[in-house]
């Protein structure tokens, strides 16, 4: 028998379980109340936007697999939260098949052919504000299209059209607005006018955006409805990629017709861990997440931070310590492994990270001004979003898509429905000169024709003796990494259960600028007070990161935690 999707966390007073219950009844078959068994075993999807979990679980128990799922799940998230959802972005995937292998698949936006090194400074050599950031020069070439189509031609057992049309239903019949989305679309209504000769669909005239609202976007219906037909061809030839294409010239963009023809997503092979005996799988450049992590989870392996706590003092010194090196040595090295070498293994290595943390005090901060990348041996987006999915056969796939800022470039090319990425940004515009979230990049990292921008993605697979285990990643530019780091150190170290590791406050550093940054309420009075003692400056921020995470039993109950606190997230499984 079918099971009914459950939403974690949701619980209902008796009389009102039974009323939805009855209503339930009378509903289509392809919508179920929130009520299922409490320990799902089938299958589960956390995402960013109820709709889009909802939608994930509806095609696995149509028979499809954690890979089908997925698919859905992005296209859904592209109607349900244009905000990061895509098909203008791109973005990695991490996956486990039910016959133990891994891959990552990597569908990062690419630069234009006419794309140049210093296409974002003026006559004088300096970064023209915002010019990597709004409007059509911003704009990669798209990748999240192609990257589903791949993985559906690899892994999927559905039919290609049963999986998009989901979100084309969504964007043809509405999706009713969370506040957080109302908010969002108010809020950028100004930037959408200013950078569109078309007011796209998100913006209202007659009154703001509210809570409870439907928007119908029947152009991005119209888009949806030429990739279920055409497959990838769809979106990178015939007329959506002409209309995209002359579009984005109009305004003053460089991807063109044979740019979106030429788009291909990369198969990879993620790099591979260990940290107290649980295998790790994560996403190898060009995203810096990957290689962080294991950095980072290596230089803390030593430590008996399980028995310091996660918010003492040692605890959050020691980290701050670590990510500042591993941020340093990622501006200096890594980038898009296909046009520049990236030394992945020298950054690996356990003796040039036992050299690279040698100089860590107990008792004081290091200068980030101090630290520069290590010497390696000689040679041998803040809107982003995530979802994680796992099925009864042992398949599991973390996906972490993006346009790069909130709603990207803020262009939206007339007629096709759908904002469009301003990875750009993520390229050196100049090495030494940070980015939006602060972050610096080097030689490796500056702009080329074809290049695959750094990343911060982090789609990660932890594994138990060969099973999966874990299953998360996370939104947020440069606090993903550490966002990431922090709820595998709660439930491996701290031996929280999964929501409280994913509730848990959280605090980071990125190198440059020398700061920590942390949630309201993460630091206590005396840990802050002893944390500054030791030199390090604080700095609040209401929200570091949205995890959504599963977490797989022994005897495959699958739990699913979504960041509920700091967004739109939802746990469905069945």
């Known amino acids: 028998m079918r099971g009914r999707i459950f939403h974690i966390g949701q619980l209902r007073p008796p009389l009102i379980i039974l009323a939805t219950l009855l209503l339930g009844a009378c509903l289509q078959q392809t919508y179920h109340p929130p009520h299922a068994p409490a320990a799902p075993r089938h299958g589960m999807v956390v995402a960013g936007h109820p709709a889009a979990a909802d939608i994930g679980v509806q095609i696995m128990q149509a028979g499809g697999n954690a890979f089908d799922a997925a698919v859905a799940v992005q296209f859904a998230l592209a109607v ?26 990597d569908f990062r936006e690419t630069a234009p052919a006419k794309s140049h090194r210093d296409m974002y400074l003026d006559s004088a050599g300096a970064v023209i504000p915002r010019a990597s950031l709004d409007g059509a020069l911003a704009v990669g070439v798209p990748g999240s299209v192609d990257g589903m189509a791949r993985l559906h031609d690899r892994y999927g057992k559905l039919p290609w059209s049963r999986l998009l049309q989901p979100a084309i239903d969504l964007a043809r019949n509405g999706v009713e607005l ?8 108010n809020r950028y209504r100004e930037a959408f006018l200013t950078l569109n000769t078309t007011p796209p669909p998100l913006v209202r005239f007659d009154r703001p955006w509210q809570a409870g609202d439907t928007l119908k976007q029947p152009e991005l219906a119209r888009a949806l409805e030429s990739i279920r037909k055409l497959g990838r061809n ?11 294409a002359a579009g984005i010239r109009r305004a003053g ?76 040595d990622r501006a200096a090295y890594l980038g898009d492994p296909d046009q520049v070498d990236v030394p992945v293994k020298k950054l690996l290595d356990p003796d040039y990270l036992k050299q690279r943390m040698a100089d860590i005090s107990p008792d004081a901060k290091t200068d980030s001004d101090d630290i520069g990348p290590g010497q390696l041996p000689p040679a041998e987006s803040l809107e982003t ?38 990875e750009m940004d993520d390229f050196s515009s100049k090495p030494g000169v940070p980015n939006q979230f602060g972050l610096v990049g080097s030689e490796a990292n500056a702009i080329a024709p074809g290049k695959r921008m750094l990343s911060s993605m982090t789609p990660t697979i932890v594994e138990k003796e060969g099973k999966p285990f874990l299953v998360l990643g996370s939104p947020g530019g440069s606090t993903i990494i550490t966002s990431v780091l922090q709820v595998i150190l709660n439930i491996i170290d701290h031996r929280m259960p999964l929501q409280e590791a994913v509730n848990a406050k959280r ?25 500054k ?16 995470a599963i977490e797989i039993a022994p005897d495959g109950t699958l739990s699913g935690a979504a960041d509920v606190q700091r967004g739109d997230n939802q746990s469905a499984g069945f």
């Open 385 to 422: 979003t995530h979802f994680s999915i796992a099925d009864s056969a042992g398949n599991a796939i973390a996906v972490t898509t993006t346009l790069n800022s909130t709603f990207g470039s803020k262009l939206m090319v007339p007629g096709t429905g759908f904002f469009l990425n301003n």
């Open 80 to 105: 349900a939260y244009p905000g990061a959802g895509n098909l203008g972005g791109g973005g990695f995937a991490v996956l486990h098949t039910d016959t133990g292998a891994t891959a990552a698949l």
């Open 253 to 328: 963009g460089l991807v063109s017709e044979q740019d979106l023809q030429n788009y291909r997503a990369v198969w990879r092979q993620p790099v591979n861990g260990s940290y107290r005996g649980y295998q790790i799988h994560s996403m190898p450049p060009p995203s810096s997440g990957g290689v962080a992590l294991l950095q980072l989870l290596q230089a803390v392996e030593p430590y008996p931070i399980a028995d310091w706590g996660s918010h003492d003092t040692r605890t959050i010194h020691l980290l701050t310590e670590i990510e500042r090196r591993v941020y340093a």
């Open 234 to 244: 769809g979106f990178y030839r015939g007329e959506l990629a002409d209309r995209l």
């Open 533 to 548: 003692a030791l030199g390090h400056v604080i700095v609040t921020r209401k929200s570091i990161g949205q995890v959504n």
């Open 178 to 185: 969370t506040a957080r989305e109302a908010h969002k679309y």
């Open 507 to 531: 605090v980071h550093h990125q190198w440059l600028p020398d700061r920590i940054l942390a949630e309201s309420g993460a630091l206590s009075p005396e840990t802050e007070l002893t944390l």
